[in-house]
C-alpha cells in the first residue's frame, strides 16, 4: 500500500510539473506581427497588427518595427512602439509606398524578444497596352504603356504577350520586350514600334507583364487592335 501511494504521490508531483510548465510557456510573453494584406499593388498601402501573447501589460519599455526589401541583408527601423501601446494588447501600424517598393519583409524586436519575420508581396502595377483601336495594314503602329515604381530607361522590365483571333479562339503569336524609353510620376513609359502587313488583318489582343526578383508577377488589362486591309 505505502508503495502504491508513494507510486501515486509520484506521478501526481510529475503531472503537476509538466502542467506548470505548460502553463509558464502559454503564459510566455511573445511578439505576433502580421500585415492585414500579404500581396499588394504598388502604391497600395498595408497595415501591419503587433500582439502581445497576454495583452494586458506592456511587453516591453520599447518595441522597434523593422523593414527589409528583398535582396538587402540590413534591418531599418520604421516604428518605434512604447509600452503604453504594447499595453493595448493589439497594436496597427501603417506601411505605405514609400515603403512597399519592392518585397518587404517585417519583424518586431524588444529586449529578449523578436517576432518571426512577415513578407509582403509588392507587384508591380501595369496600365493597359495603348494604341490606336483600329489601323490599317502597311503601317507602324506605336504601342505604348506605363509601370509603376519606376524601372530604369533603357531597360526592358515587361513583356507583351500578342494573341491574334482565328475565329474561334486567341491564338498566341509573339511574345515582345518593349524598352523603358521615359519617365512618369513615380513610374516609367514603355513602348515600341511594329509593321503591319497585309497578313495581318484581323482581330489583336494584348496583355503586359511583369515579375522580377523584387516584384510578384502581375498582368495588365488586355488591350485590343483591329486591323483593316488598306
Known amino acids: 500500500m505505502r508503495r502504491l501511494t508513494r507510486a501515486l504521490v509520484g506521478i501526481l508531483v510529475v503531472t503537476a510539473m509538466l502542467l506548470g510548465a505548460v502553463a509558464i510557456a502559454q503564459g510566455a510573453t511573445t511578439l505576433t506581427l502580421t500585415s492585414t494584406r500579404s500581396s499588394v499593388v504598388y502604391p497600395q498601402m498595408t497595415w501591419l497588427k503587433l500582439l502581445s501573447a497576454d495583452g494586458t501589460m506592456p511587453v516591453a519599455a520599447r518595441v522597434m518595427i523593422q523593414y527589409r526589401p528583398i535582396g538587402t541583408a540590413t534591418w531599418r527601423n520604421l516604428r518605434a512602439i512604447s509600452a503604453s501601446r504594447t499595453a493595448e494588447g493589439t497594436v496597427t501600424i501603417p506601411v505605405g509606398p514609400v515603403i512597399l517598393r519592392s518585397i518587404t519583409g517585417f519583424r518586431a524586436v524588444a529586449t529578449g524578444l523578436e517576432s ?34 519606376r524601372h530604369a530607361v533603357g531597360t526592358r522590365p515587361v513583356e507583351v504577350t500578342v494573341w491574334k483571333w482565328d475565329g474561334t479562339t486567341w491564338v498566341e503569336m509573339a511574345k515582345l520586350h518593349p524598352k523603358i524609353v521615359g519617365r512618369v510620376l513615380n513610374g516609367a513609359k514603355w513602348q515600341f514600334k511594329r509593321w503591319v502587313s497585309a497578313d495581318d488583318v484581323g482581330r489583336w489582343r494584348l496583355q503586359v507583364s511583369h515579375e522580377d526578383t523584387a516584384h510578384a508577377a502581375s498582368v495588365s488589362p488586355f488591350g485590343y487592335i483591329k486591323v483593316k486591309a488598306r
Open 116 to 149: 518571426e519575420v512577415t513578407t509582403v508581396a509588392v507587384k508591380a502595377r501595369l496600365s493597359r497596352p495603348v494604341a490606336p483601336r483600329v489601323i490599317r495594314a502597311k503601317r507602324y503602329v506605336t504601342v505604348r504603356g506605363f509601370i509603376w515604381p
